[in-house]
């Protein structure tokens, strides 16, 4: 039970989401995701489009439903005490049913997404919203997704131990209660916004306090430039007396093919998030990741009102057809005025191409604290591991 624990906390992985793909094909997330800002089940087009070159699955021009597969072993190493930890477990296996209710030719087709987790770490419902699509390709206003999903905040990636995520409570394995407003100001401009419950996340009615979060992204894809740009804001309300947490988020997404007139197949990512009363373990439980209020409570509660920063670097390089190799940085600061209490983690990964809807990932993670007292009591921040992966997809 405590390794299935830890292996939740630390390598969890999310249904797909690939900016670099929209950044390099100028597609607009919709256009492979049935969310209107990416993630989650993919659409017909994506499915085929993720298939490259390989002959699809059977089920590659159904959008009706999709499924996602994963199992992992994980070689875990703690510093602070050599405790060693290792084994297999499925990660994941979600099912999703992408159920048409109302096709018009004008107005809004509405469907129903609705995606169940029976994997061994994180079982049940995941995702579960009514989507209404504007059929008038002119109007602002394209879509409205209503019920649990995940927040459009930042640059969503399938890792949700980014520490950019983390500090802002966006997570993609954090679900968020309410509606989302999505559209195109031009065929360059996209923005979200949503109204959610905020600190009753995922809409379990935890709080007696009436809380309600306002979350916005705006993306900029200029057609002839190899670059993607996106800015996220976050603010959370509450009737109650107390400080109102915010976060930010800047990205962007380099087609470096294009950019080096294909010369180099690479791909680079960039995130930066500040945010402020979101170090708190009652309002964000990954916070609990870095500092352990049982054994350093002066320090976590000390850090609970500051403003955190974190940075998120990745470069994406496509050796061959089917062989990726990537490296990912990550940087956190619990407390933007003690810069030396940094945290720090490289990850080093190469995958394979099985077929057109199987990878094999080969993953290294290696990480620093710099801050006192981390490593000695033992933390997952100061963690090394090595995990391999299988992924399917259908």
């Given at each position: ?255 470096g093919h294009t950019l080096t007139k294909e010369w180099l197949d690479m791909d680079f990512s960039f995130e930066y998030t500040q945010a402020r009363y979101l170090n708190s373990s009652g309002h964000n439980t990954y916070i609990s990741r870095f500092v352990d209020s049982s054994k350093l409570p002066n320090y976590a509660s000390a850090i609970e009102s ?89």
């Amino acid at each position: 039970m405590k390794f299935l624990l830890v292996l939740f906390i630390t390598f969890s992985h999310d249904l797909m989401a690939r900016p670099e793909y929209a950044n390099r094909e100028k597609q607009r997330c919709i256009s492979c995701h049935v969310s209107p800002y990416g993630s989650g089940a993919r659409r017909s087009y994506g499915k085929v489009y993720a298939n490259e070159e390989y002959e699809g699955s059977q089920t590659s021009d159904n959008e009706l439903y999709f499924a996602d597969f994963r199992t992992v072993y994980l070689k875990k190493t703690n510093i602070s005490n050599s405790d060693k930890m290792d084994g297999f477990t499925v990660m994941m296996a979600a099912l999703t049913a992408n159920i048409p209710i109302v096709k018009q030719e004008k107005g809004f087709d509405t469907r129903i997404v609705l995606t169940h987790d029976l994997g061994t770490l994180a079982p049940g419902t995941r995702e579960a919203y009514a989507l209404f699509e504007n059929t008038n390709n002119e109007s602002l206003l394209s879509s409205i997704k209503i019920g649990k999903f995940i927040s459009p905040f930042g640059l969503l990636t399938d890792d949700h131990r980014t520490y950019t995520k983390m500090l802002t409570m966006s997570s993609m394995r954090e679900f968020e209660a309410g509606a989302v407003f999505s559209g195109e100001v031009t065929d360059s401009l996209h923005y979200d916004v949503a109204i959610t419950n905020g600190f009753q996340n995922k809409g379990n009615f935890s709080s007696n306090d009436s809380t309600y979060a306002v979350v916005s992204n705006v993306q900029y894809m200029p057609e002839t430039w190899p670059i993607f740009l996106g800015s996220s804001y976050s603010r959370h309300m509450a009737k109650k007396d107390r400080p109102l947490p915010w976060a930010y988020s800047l990205y962007f997404v380099i087609d470096g093919h294009t950019l080096t007139k294909e010369w180099l197949d690479m791909d680079f990512s960039f995130e930066y998030t500040q945010a402020r009363y979101l170090n708190s373990s009652g309002h964000n439980t990954y916070i609990s990741r870095f500092v352990d209020s049982s054994k350093l409570p002066n320090y976590a509660s000390a850090i609970e009102s500051s403003i955190s920063n974190a940075i998120m670097a990745k470069a994406l390089w496509s050796l061959t057809t089917n062989t990726e190799l990537a490296y990912k940085y990550n940087m956190a600061l619990p407390d933007n005025d003690f810069r030396d209490d940094q945290f720090s983690r490289h990850a080093l990964w190469l995958r394979y191409r099985l077929n057109s809807n199987t990878y094999l990932t080969l993953r290294g993670d290696l990480t620093k604290v710099k801050r006192q007292g981390i490593k000695e009591l033992g933390s997952w921040s100061v963690d090394n591991d090595v995990l391999l992966l299988l992924h399917v997809w259908l």
